[in-house]
């Protein structure tokens, strides 16, 4: 029982510090859309930097929603679900990097996309924080 | 031949129109213009005219084409107008004649209006002759102006209105193919808006137009108005040798506003007493430079008002090295050859070189410092050295395709005029195809051929021009064969249409870097996936030039092919270009349509600049305007062949409104159909080619709602009518054109090599080729006026009056031209008389006539040399390099042949495709609300 509740606890700490990863690399995102919208950089160059993000993003991500089914955290598991399967949905289509010759018509896309992950990152980072204090808590008595 | 002066009615006037090529007939008391003869005091109609009555077969057998209700449109009882092929030629005194039939008719048409008030729709009981198309009143001046004025009592609208909005009905009135080569609604500026009083003050529509010519001062008028808002560019067009040139401002001396950097230009104010000038856009003023006001050819004060820059929409200044990244650098010209087997086969390869050899002395290279570059591949590639003083080139052959590399460091990227000197080049083009004239090597490293010319000429950037007969196979950059049938037609096809490879986006923004532009002049019979080539000349500002199924041993492949080629390479070139549009403030640039690479929001990247190429640039309203008008500004900053940074200035400025009937009624459909074919391609490549087709209806629909809810007394109630303002009344047609053509057109049958290369056609080609290929011009030769095939009075060559698109205008006995500027069709009937057959074609009868490309004998005779001359004119009358192909058709001819030039006539119903009257009637349901929306 507190082996179990122990790797709970290690596990949100995991997630916890993903999370902010994740969360700091959409921030770096939008940063860089709005440098583009400034034209601060140029669409080839933003496309370069950002394409270098979007895969270890993604597999990141996946890593963690895939930790949560192995570990039987169906709410964290079922929460992360949806955008796992977005991800891979945009990687089996071949269109999840950045397309410099496009990048201005589908910017404001990409803008929303970025704010949504943004979001849910941060959601997700409150969630697993208050999850592995439950699991400390719960170790602890 | 009687001048149409001599036989008007008193009070008229005929004024000799070069820009349309016939007369405009204008009433000296009132001012009304129209295109027709007016009626008058004119012989009655005569139905016993001889060209009539040489023609007995004519009136049963036509009615086997017409379906019955198109009749409503063009008039139960047309007379007809048909000059036989075995008359004589006219006499003087029988022209008048010609026109009688329908003279009466205007005024019969507006007395049928007032008694009714609506004119009927279809009404088999009228008895009365009605008017018949030719003559009748589809007059850009609507014919009943009493009934009008009523209807602008009710709106409250005055006739002293800036604009005054006309309402058409569209299910009355038919379109009439003139009305397309009308001027754009005038732009009507403030008084006093610019500081010279030129007419040349606002750039030609040719240059720049805007979908808008009254600006809403919200975005929420705009948006009221569903109309969207666009600049239509052309920024280079070639200037014919009467026109004006663009006049050049050589003393380095450009003003331009501090702030916003707009340069100066007709519509800027001068304060202060001449020492400063306002910008007009940001309104910041500024200091006039010292030298504004000096003459430094002459060294002494010169007259600042005589500045081209203060009286012309359209200048180009000389840039001084400010303006300069780095020195201006040579053009560089680089051929790509494909000389696998089935390009030897075709003649390709001994077409392109002779081509190339022939047109050397064209290519521009006045300061001798153009370069030139040949490189032939298959699955190797084949350089070609030349060192200096030599005159036999060496071959070098790389057949490591994986990994590309140079053979040589120097010698291959040839000087032209060295190379020229002892004849080595000659020598070399010359040789070309006998070296690889038993090339049984079958597959195309075309990849590795790109990397190879880019890695040639990356310091210096140009031009790189690819010929391929194949399907890239080897290398970076091969594709798969992935035509197929069965996903033809479904929601799957316009993956078929984007770029299979990525490698043909990231190349091009490589090539966009480097200042390298790509030209694809693609070949193959089998398929070669223009969708994944023609990426490159879209983003690097080139052009695709597609010739299906190629074989120079037809004459008219190689004429062709010959001819447009040979005009690239004779097209001065312009590097390093880039483009922006400033816009007064509150006005942004939001989106943008064309070949070139966006670098930054508003910053348009141009390897090379295309001559006779459309851009369309989508604007928004982002605050109020509140200024009397907004001025917009395209500049284009490149370096020209002769090694001169300059900077070409497109001015046009509009007034600023407030209210929605002055936004409609300054609306220019010609524009607007740029615009919405760009974007409906564009659509149909993110989504579905349904998608995009349902975009385009939709914002028709839109369009045609609020206006009938806005500008009509029937509002938001159904109405017998479809009213459209008269500036829109070609919109309709025009986009049932776009939705038909071949780009877009719903059809299982299309291949996706032949719809790619639609595709990008329009989104690349300008207003003036983009219109005829949307709406063909279809003209009927059998009894075409007399003038027509001649020369007129001003010295250009008369043409037909251009007929609708529809096949109800096609007689069994006739000879008609179709065009679109791609292709000309020309259509026999399957009862034309042996005269007319021996007249233009030199043979016996209709039976001996072949269908297919053909070049038209130049016989002894006026009728054969008419007919020649007017399909030469059809060749030259548009810029652009292309050259289109000729077409016989017979009536009874293949049937390919024949339901592709059917389909050209778009106003007929094809398959699933609606006429025009259906098209117009379910636009009537759905403005109607019928239609579920």
Same mark, same amino acid.
């Not at chain 2, 720049?208 to 001062?217: G, H, I, Y």
């Not at chain 2, 679109?820 to 020309?826: K, M, S, V």
């Given at each position: 029982m507190t082996l179990a509740w122990c790797l709970t606890g290690w596990l949100f700490l995991f997630a916890v510090l993903m999370a902010a990863a994740l969360l700091f690399c959409m921030v770096f995102f939008i940063i860089m859309f709005s440098d583009l919208e400034c034209d601060y950089i140029n669409p080839i160059d933003l496309c370069n930097k950002l394409n270098q993000f979007v895969l270890p993003e993604n597999i990141a991500h996946a890593f963690l929603t895939i930790l949560f089914l192995i570990s039987g955290q169906w709410t964290a598991f079922i929460l992360n679900a949806p955008l796992l399967l977005f991800n891979a949905n945009k990687i089996r289509n071949k269109n999840h990097m950045y397309d410099a010759t496009e990048i201005f018509r589908t910017l404001p896309g990409h803008k929303k996309e970025s704010f949504f992950k943004l979001g849910f990152y941060l959601l997700s980072f409150f969630y697993y924080l208050y999850r592995m204090i439950v699991a400390l808590i719960a170790e602890s008595e | 031949m009687a001048t149409p002066e001599q036989q008007l009615p008193p009070g008229w006037t005929a004024e000799w129109q070069q820009a349309h090529e016939r007369y405009l007939f204008i009433e000296t008391a009132t001012g009304h213009t129209q295109w027709e003869p007016p009626a008058g005091p004119a012989p009655p109609p005569s139905e016993s005219t001889p060209a009539a009555a040489a023609a007995p077969a004519h009136h049963g057998k036509r009615r086997q084409y017409a379906a019955g209700q198109t &009749?409503?449109?063009?008039?139960?009882?047309? @007379?007809?107008?048909?000059?036989?092929? *075995?008359? /004589?030629?006219?006499? /003087?005194?029988?022209?008048?004649?010609?026109?009688?039939?329908?003279?009466?008719?205007?005024?019969?048409?507006?007395?049928?209006?007032?008694? *009714?008030?609506?004119?009927? !729709?279809?009404?088999?009981?009228?008895? +009365?002759?009605?008017?018949? !198309?030719?003559?009748?009143?589809?007059?850009?001046?609507? /014919?009943n102006p009493n009934a009008l004025a009523d209807q602008f009592g009710q709106m409250g609208l005055g006739g002293q209105k800036p604009f005054s909005l006309q309402t058409a009905n569209l299910l009355t009135s038919p379109p009439?193919?003139?009305?397309?080569?009308?001027?754009?609604?005038?732009?009507?500026?403030?008084?006093?808006? @610019?500081?010279?009083? $030129?007419?040349?003050?606002?750039?030609? $529509? $040719?240059?720049?137009?805007? =979908?808008?010519?009254?600006?809403?001062?919200?975005?929420?008028?705009?948006?009221?108005?569903?109309?969207?808002?666009?600049?239509v560019i052309t920024p280079y067009r070639t200037v014919s040798e009467n026109e004006q040139p663009?006049?050049?401002? @050589?003393?380095? %001396?450009?003003?331009? #506003?501090?702030? #916003?950097?707009? !340069?100066?230009?007709?519509?800027?104010?001068?304060?202060?007493?001449?020492?400063?000038?306002?910008?007009?856009? #940001?309104?910041?003023?500024?200091?006039?430079? +010292?030298?504004?006001?000096?003459?430094? =050819?002459?060294?002494?004060?010169?007259?600042?008002?005589?500045?081209?820059?203060? $009286?012309?929409?359209?200048?180009?200044? %000389?840039?001084?090295?400010? !303006?300069? %990244?780095?020195?201006?650098?040579?053009?560089?010209?680089?051929?790509?050859?494909?000389?696998?087997?089935?390009?030897?086969?075709?003649?390709?390869?001994? =077409?392109?070189t002779r081509t190339i050899l022939e047109n050397l002395d064209r290519i521009p290279d006045e300061d001798e410092r153009t370069k030139i570059a040949v490189i032939c591949f298959d699955v190797s590639l084949y350089f070609f050295s030349l060192p200096p003083g030599q005159t036999d080139p060496t071959m070098l052959v790389v057949s490591d395709v994986e990994d590309v590399f140079l053979p040589k460091p120097t010698d291959l990227l040839l000087n032209l005029a060295e190379a020229r000197k002892d004849g080595g080049l000659e020598n070399l083009l010359t040789r070309i195809n006998d070296m690889f004239k038993d090339n049984s090597i079958i597959g195309s490293a075309m990849g590795p051929a790109l990397q190879a010319g880019f890695k040639l000429m990356v310091p210096i950037g140009g031009k790189i021009i690819a010929l391929s007969s194949s399907l890239p196979s080897i290398g970076v950059g091969a594709l798969k064969n992935r035509e197929d049938p069965k996903i033809l037609g479904t929601a799957k096809e316009s993956g078929l249409l984007q770029a299979a490879s990525p490698f043909y986006k990231t190349f091009a923004i490589e090539c966009?870097?480097?200042?390298?532009?790509?030209?694809?002049?693609?070949?193959?019979?089998?398929? &070669?996936?223009?969708?994944?080539?023609? #990426?490159?000349?879209?983003y690097t500002s080139g052009q695709t030039y597609y010739y299906p199924a190629f074989n120079a041993a037809r004459a008219e492949d190689a004429l062709k092919f010959a001819h447009e080629f040979g005009e690239v390479l004779a097209m001065p070139i312009m590097l390093e270009a880039i483009m922006r549009v400033r816009a007064s403030r509150g006005l942004r640039m939001s989106s943008f349509h064309g070949n070139f690479f966006v670098r930054s929001t508003d910053l348009l990247a141009m390897p090379t600049v295309a001559t006779n190429q459309g851009y369309a640039i989508e604007v928004q309203i982002e605050e109020t305007i509140n200024a009397p008008f907004v001025v917009l500004q395209t500049a284009i900053l490149h370096t020209t062949c002769y090694g001169e940074r300059r900077i070409r200035v497109v001015t046009t400025a509009y007034p600023v409104t407030s209210s929605l009937s002055e936004v409609f009624a300054s609306a220019d459909q010609v524009a607007l159909a740029v615009l919405l074919a760009n974007k409906a391609v564009e659509r149909s490549l993110s989504h579905k080619l349904e998608d995009a087709r349902d975009a385009v209806f939709n914002k028709l629909v839109e369009i045609l709602q609020t206006y009938k809810s *806005?500008?009509?007394?029937?509002?938001?109630?159904?109405?017998?009518?479809?009213?459209?303002?008269?500036?829109?009344?070609?919109?309709? %047609?025009?986009?049932?054109?776009?939705?038909?053509?071949?780009?877009?057109?719903?059809?299982?049958?299309?291949?996706?090599?032949?719809?790619?290369?639609?595709?990008?056609?329009?989104t690349s080609l300008p207003a003036q080729l983009l219109i005829p290929y949307i709406y063909p011009t279809f003209y009927s030769l059998h009894n075409m006026p007399p003038e027509s095939g =001649?020369?007129?009075?001003?010295? @250009?060559?008369?043409?037909?009056?251009?007929?609708?698109?529809?096949?109800?205008?096609?007689?069994?006995?006739?000879?008609?031209?179709?065009?679109?500027?791609?292709?000309?069709?020309?259509?026999?009937g399957r009862d034309a008389v042996p005269q007319l057959v021996m007249d233009v074609f030199n043979l016996p009868s209709y039976d001996v006539l072949r269908g297919g490309k053909t070049t038209l004998p130049l016989l002894e005779n006026s009728f054969s040399q008419r007919v020649n001359a007017i399909i030469q004119k059809t060749r030259e009358m548009r810029r652009g390099v292309f050259y289109p192909h000729l077409y016989v058709v017979k009536e009874d001819g293949e049937p390919p042949l024949r339901l592709w030039a059917l389909s050209a006539l778009v106003q007929d119903r094809a398959d699933v495709l609606p006429s025009y009257q259906q098209f117009v009637s379910s636009l009537k349901e759905k403005v109607n609300g019928n239609g579920g929306y």
């Open positions: - | &009749q409503a449109y063009y008039g139960a009882e047309e @007379t007809s107008m048909l000059q036989p092929m *075995s008359q /004589p030629p006219p006499q /003087p005194g029988m022209e008048p004649q010609l026109f009688t039939p329908g003279l009466a008719a205007p005024n019969q048409f507006a007395m049928q209006q007032q008694a *009714s008030g609506q004119p009927p !729709y279809f009404d088999p009981s009228h008895g +009365q002759q009605q008017p018949d !198309y030719l003559n009748g009143p589809q007059q850009p001046v609507y /014919p009439d193919p003139r009305e397309l080569s009308l001027p754009p609604p005038e732009i009507r500026l403030p008084p006093n808006a @610019t500081v010279t009083p $030129s007419q040349f003050a606002n750039a030609d $529509s $040719s240059y720049q137009r805007s =979908t808008l010519n009254a600006f809403p001062n919200t975005s929420s008028l705009l948006s009221k108005s569903k109309i969207p808002l666009a600049l663009v006049p050049l401002v @050589t003393d380095t %001396v450009i003003a331009r #506003c501090r702030r #916003c950097r707009t !340069y100066i230009n007709p519509f800027v104010q001068f304060i202060d007493g001449g020492n400063r000038w306002r910008c007009c856009m #940001c309104n910041l003023s500024n200091e006039v430079p +010292q030298m504004f006001d000096w003459d430094q =050819t002459r060294n002494q004060p010169g007259d600042r008002w005589s500045r081209p820059e203060l $009286s012309h929409g359209v200048v180009e200044f %000389v840039a001084p090295t400010e !303006y300069m %990244v780095r020195p201006p650098q040579p053009a560089v010209y680089v051929f790509l050859i494909d000389v696998s087997h089935t390009a030897v086969q075709s003649g390709m390869v001994a =077409t392109a966009s870097r480097a200042q390298v532009s790509v030209d694809m002049f693609l070949f193959s019979s089998a398929y &070669q996936d223009v969708a994944s080539l023609s #990426c490159l000349p879209h *806005s500008m009509t007394a029937a509002g938001a109630g159904a109405s017998a009518q479809l009213a459209v303002g008269e500036n829109l009344k070609m919109l309709p %047609v025009l986009i049932l054109g776009l939705l038909k053509n071949v780009g877009i057109r719903q059809s299982a049958q299309i291949p996706p090599d032949i719809r790619a290369y639609s595709q990008a056609l329009l =001649t020369v007129g009075p001003d010295g @250009t060559l008369v043409m037909p009056p251009p007929l609708p698109l529809t096949s109800e205008r096609l007689e069994r006995h006739g000879l008609f031209l179709i065009e679109d500027g791609q292709t000309i069709f020309l259509w026999v």
